[in-house]
Structures are given as C-alpha cells and as structure tokens.
C-alpha cells in the first residue's frame, strides 16, 4: 500500500512538473545523463511563443543565442570534445521576464 501511494505522488508531482515546464523554459535534448556522439550536436529547447530570445550557457561560459526553427529554439555546436558538460538556458519574454532551466549534465566520449 504504501509503494501505491508513493507511485501516486511522484505521478502527481509529474503532471505538475509537466504542466508548469509547458509555461516555461526546458531543455529537451540532451537528457540528463545523456552520452553524446560528439563533436556535432544541436541543442533543443522549449519556451513559450512569447518568448523574446532563448540563450544557452556551456560549463558556466558565456550566453550564446539561440535560433529558432521548427517551434523549438536550437544551440548548434561543432567543437564539442571529449568530457563532462554542464548547460543551462535562459529564456527571455517580451514582458522582461527572464527564465532559467535547471543545469543539465552530458558527457560526450568523442
């Protein structure tokens, strides 16, 4: 019974999770944890139409700017080498809202 109620839970906090990240900022690729097949990769993001400008951060570097295609907004790099990354995105609306994604972590073995 109690494994039950803690299944229900953590679907709960789920859907909520769900439905909060559809009003804000999310990386969708890579996935935490996630081994990529380096050194070309494009980054995806989620971010609300209002959005402004989406900008993306490597390893606690600079923000870079994202481009916008297909109703998603992209990082592309081509000099990813080999080791452990950390990333972060930040959405910024047209109201001067500005969003930040939690830090997703990547290795990448090439």
């Known amino acids: 019974m109690r494994q039950k109620n803690v299944m229900q839970k953590e679907f709960r906090q789920e859907t909520a999770r769900l439905a909060k990240a559809k009003e804000t900022v999310a990386i969708d690729f890579p996935r935490e944890g996630e081994a990529v097949d380096g050194p070309h990769y494009s980054f995806r993001v ?65």
Request: with cysteine.
């Open 46 to 110: 989620s971010a609300p139409q209002d959005t402004a400008r989406v900008e993306f951060c490597v390893n606690q570097g600079p923000w870079l700017p994202c481009r916008q295609a297909s109703g998603y907004w992209w990082f592309d790099s081509s000099d990813i080498t080999p080791g452990l990354y950390q990333i972060r995105a930040r959405m910024l609306g047209q109201d001067g809202t500005v969003r930040l994604t939690m830090l997703r972590r990547f290795t990448t073995g090439r």
